[in-house]
């Protein structure tokens, strides 16, 4: 289950449920650990092809060699000793061929993709006939692409052959919202095992955390809690420390006593724009404030002692609000 209440997920479910009724061939895009292969997993199950197979080839991992006999399968005897056997193409017949990371694909292998998504037909290895392909196509890569033709190491025709439909899964950090509700699920998934729950505290630190590696790191952070938390209620300490970087940060020295709101804007401000690089603009956007706004709180407590912090606030400088 595609799991998410922010806007773009419930726009990707849509476009999903859409989907279903076609059979074009899809371009799944995002992030490492996004979910990209699930999403891939939904079309399928939504399309008329639902009752066939889903067949998933992880194309970074196809030893050229052996490519294609893989995917287009090899006749008997074809060299001494070779056994005849059926490809992916073939396997995935009246169903969806998942090729998961297709940028990675060899330029000789993309023209060899490109040949059967053209003929619609698939000739195995020391074949002398080719067999009409009845399978729907879902390539997925967390690559931009497009960079990849600029630069040569995709082709073109091939790139415009398979993103006709594209469906972006954004990366986490892009719908925070949905960090409460993924964590229900991806722990209620370990419910047989051991029923965990996670404190408030908990969501805010894994909310406020930038997590690379997406849903998938998300998932091991909690198969991690689940395992070696000793009590079923997860506090901070169930979570590893490079996941609590900012929040520890934010939490000993913008909560310490006697720190006013101020202060701890002031500190939370510089975290963020640490994180957009300096980026000031990025760091308005993400803090959802002016620039004007922006500069006060990073003059607030630059060198100045406490009582000067706070007459420079009050000169004309709101930090809530846009001017
Ligand atoms: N929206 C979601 N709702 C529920 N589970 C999710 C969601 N997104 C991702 N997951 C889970 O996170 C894990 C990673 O998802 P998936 O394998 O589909 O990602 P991916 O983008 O293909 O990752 P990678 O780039 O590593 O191949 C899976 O266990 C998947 O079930
Ligand atoms: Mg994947």
């Known amino acids: 289950m595609l799991v998410g209440r922010s806007?773009?997920?419930?726009?990707?479910?849509?476009?999903?449920?859409?989907?279903?009724?076609?059979?074009?061939?899809?371009?799944?895009?995002?992030?490492?650990?996004?979910g990209k292969e699930l999403v891939a997993r939904n079309v399928h199950a939504v399309s008329s092809r639902a009752r066939g197979p889903f067949i998933a080839v992880n194309c970074a991992a196809l030893v050229e060699s052996l490519l294609e006999a893989e995917l287009f399968g090899i006749e008997e005897r074809t060299a001494t000793g070779v056994k005849g056997r059926e490809g992916k193409f073939e396997l995935a017949e009246g169903g969806t061929l998942f090729l998961d990371e297709v940028g990675d694909l060899s330029l000789a292998a993309q023209a060899k993709l490109l040949r059967v998504l053209q003929d619609l037909s698939v000739e195995r290895v020391g074949g002398r006939q080719s067999r009409p392909m009845d399978t729907r196509i879902i390539a997925a890569t967390n690559r931009p692409l497009l960079e990849r033709v600029q630069q040569g190491m995709f082709r073109a025709d091939l790139f415009y052959r398979l993103s006709g439909v594209e469906l972006v899964v954004p990366p986490l950090r892009e719908r925070r919202e949905d960090v409460p509700i993924l964590v229900d699920h991806l722990l209620g998934r370990h419910q047989r095992l051991r029923r965990v729950i996670a404190g408030a505290d908990v969501i805010e630190a894994l909310g406020a955390f930038d997590w690379p590696g997406n849903v998938r790191q998300l998932e091991r952070v909690l198969e991690r809690a689940v395992a070696l938390a000793p009590a079923s209620r997860l506090t901070?300490?169930?979570?590893?420390?490079?996941?609590?970087?900012?929040?520890?940060?934010?939490?000993?020295?913008g909560l310490e006593r006697g720190r006013s709101l101020r202060a701890w804007s002031s500190r939370y401000a510089r975290l963020v724009l640490d994180r957009c690089e300096g980026n000031r603009r990025r760091a308005?956007?993400?803090?959802?404030?002016?620039?004007?706004?922006l500069r006060a709180l990073l003059r607030y407590g630059a060198g100045a002692s406490h009582g000067d912090r706070r007459a420079s606030m009050s000169a004309g400088s709101p930090i809530d609000g846009r001017p």
Request: charged share 25%; with cysteine; glycine share 8%.
């Open 284 to 293: 308005c956007d993400e803090l959802d404030i002016s620039y004007h706004t």
């Open 236 to 253: 901070i300490s169930d979570l590893p420390s490079e996941v609590l970087g900012d929040y520890r940060t934010m939490q000993c020295e």
């Open 7 to 34: 806007e773009v997920m419930q726009r990707l479910r849509a476009q999903i449920a859409r989907l279903g009724a076609t059979h074009f061939t899809v371009l799944v895009t995002g992030e490492s650990g996004t």
